[in-house]
């Protein structure tokens, strides 16, 4: 069975920083692409970041861009998320998702995504 595991989130002040990891299992890590997405209540998801295969491609939604790193370690079974200069508005639940794409590219639609995990909090404080 397929996992993906969130770890990292908490409370955080404005301007400051947290690592979002996502630790999988059950499938072949280094054949997926990797994403993150977050969502607010009444929200849909929302695309926040991807990395390819190799971890050689990396895409991030405008609002993080700048700000949010991905990036992945494919001998832990890992991706990871960089979040700097937090802002309120990155308050989400944070998801870690796996797409098994045809290419080694990043996908940024969050419905192409063949799994996800259960999501980690982030709120970020004013």
């Given at each position: ?13 404005a ?10 299992s ?36 405008d ?13 832990k ?31 940024e ?18």
């Amino acid at each position: 069975q397929v996992q993906l595991v969130e770890s990292g989130g908490g409370l955080a002040q404005a301007g400051s920083s947290l690592r979002l990891s996502c630790v999988a299992s059950g499938l072949a890590f280094s054949t997926y692409t990797m994403g993150w997405a977050r969502q607010v209540p009444g929200k849909e998801r929302e695309f926040v970041a991807s990395i390819n295969k190799s971890g050689t491609v990396v895409y991030y939604a405008d609002s993080v861009r700048g700000r949010f790193t991905i990036s992945r370690d494919n001998a832990k079974n890992t991706v990871y998320l960089h979040m700097n200069s937090l802002k309120p508005e990155d308050t989400a639940v944070y998801y870690c998702g796996a797409d098994n794409a045809f290419w080694d590219t990043i996908v940024e639609v969050v419905d192409e995504y063949d799994y996800w995990g259960q999501g980690t909090q982030v709120t970020v404080s004013s």
